[in-house]
């Protein structure tokens, strides 16, 4: 086995990447399954950090595309409104597989972040938001899939706002819960609020708070 120099903190690496996808030589990409989701299966090589190249090897690409996901906050009421859906890849999960979520949707050819906020905020909610905050932009999980989210804050007046929404043309069944705000990220700690977005927008309105709540 050969022996691999110890890596010096650094800064560099916050100041630009070292690679490119120009370091990247695909060899071959083929879709493998097209259905609700695709996977293609890529063959491909890269440069190495100590130097020449990996030799040619083939991974499984869960292409996913982008979504945009929104935190709906009323700063005036201090409270979140969040999505209760079932969801197929929680179908183990130990309390339940209908998660306590965002709004969110994909992003189609042609829109931009902004549209995909404003419609799956009216489609899944029923309402506007008067002021969209970006979070961040991240990858979901990029060792197997394409998928890339960008993470909003939108502030809402939530009166009014709750019921069953969703597009039934699209199997969408959707429960709205309005809950205080340090109610649900304490849903963080119980492990009830367990998915990603949810997680990552509350630890971002917890670092922002005082910014925004009204009260």
């Not at 309390?95 to 969110?104: C, G």
């Not at 394409?146 to 502030?155: A, F, K, P, T």
Request: charge should be negative; aromatic fraction near 10%; proline fraction near 3%.
């Amino acid at each position: 086995m050969t022996a691999r120099s110890e890596t010096p903190l650094s800064s560099a690496v916050l100041r630009r990447a070292e690679f490119s996808a120009s370091d990247v030589e695909v060899v071959q990409q083929e879709r493998s399954f097209n259905g609700f989701f695709a996977i293609d299966t890529v063959t491909l090589k890269h440069k190495r950090f100590e130097q020449g190249w990996t030799e040619e090897f083939t991974r499984e690409l869960f292409e996913r595309g982008e979504a945009v996901c929104v935190l709906l906050y009323d700063p005036d009421r201090d409270c979140v409104v969040l999505a209760e859906q079932f969801r197929i890849g929680a179908l183990n999960d130990e309390r339940s597989p209908w998660l306590l979520e965002l709004v969110a949707g994909m992003v189609e050819p042609g829109e931009s972040y902004v549209e995909v906020a404003e419609r799956e905020t009216q489609e899944e909610a029923g309402c506007d938001f008067y002021q969209l905050i970006p979070i961040c932009n991240y990858w979901v999980s990029p060792g197997g899939t394409s998928e890339r989210v960008q993470l909003y804050c939108g502030l809402i007046d939530s009166a009014g706002v709750g019921g069953i929404h969703g597009l039934e043309q699209e199997n969408e069944d959707i429960r709205l819960h309005t809950l205080h705000f340090e109610q649900a990220y304490g849903a963080i700690e119980t492990g009830v609020i367990n998915n990603a977005a949810t997680i990552m927008a509350l630890q971002w309105l917890k670092i922002h708070h005082g910014q925004y709540c009204k009260r």
